[in-house]
């Protein structure tokens, strides 16, 4: 499986820095080897704001089962200041909101 993982900037955050954010990203998720992917405009009923601003995202390719619960239990336990996480799952076919 495949895990997208997206980050939307809390109300009072505006970073539009590409390099500041891929470096903080992939240091918030280096045990699970992310992929930096730009960014992503995101379904307003699946954000915590409902506006049309851009999410940062990272890939987290060929992920096992083990890894997702893992994932899932790390950004529960260690939440990113300043953003909302949100984790989308991919099997085959369409992705599903997990997080």
Known sequence: MDL???FENMESVNVNDAAMM???TKSYLAD???EWAG???LPHDETMRATM???WQVLIRDATPRTEQELLRYIDEN???AYH???YRRDVGNE????
């Open 85 to 87: 996480v949100h984790v």
């Open 4 to 6: 997208r993982v997206c």
């Open 53 to 55: 601003e851009p999410a």
């Open 79 to 81: 939440p990113m200041a």
């Open 39 to 41: 960014f992503i405009m």
């Open 96 to 99: 599903r909101k997990v997080h």
């Open 22 to 24: 891929k470096h903080y």
């Open 32 to 34: 699970f080897d992310p």
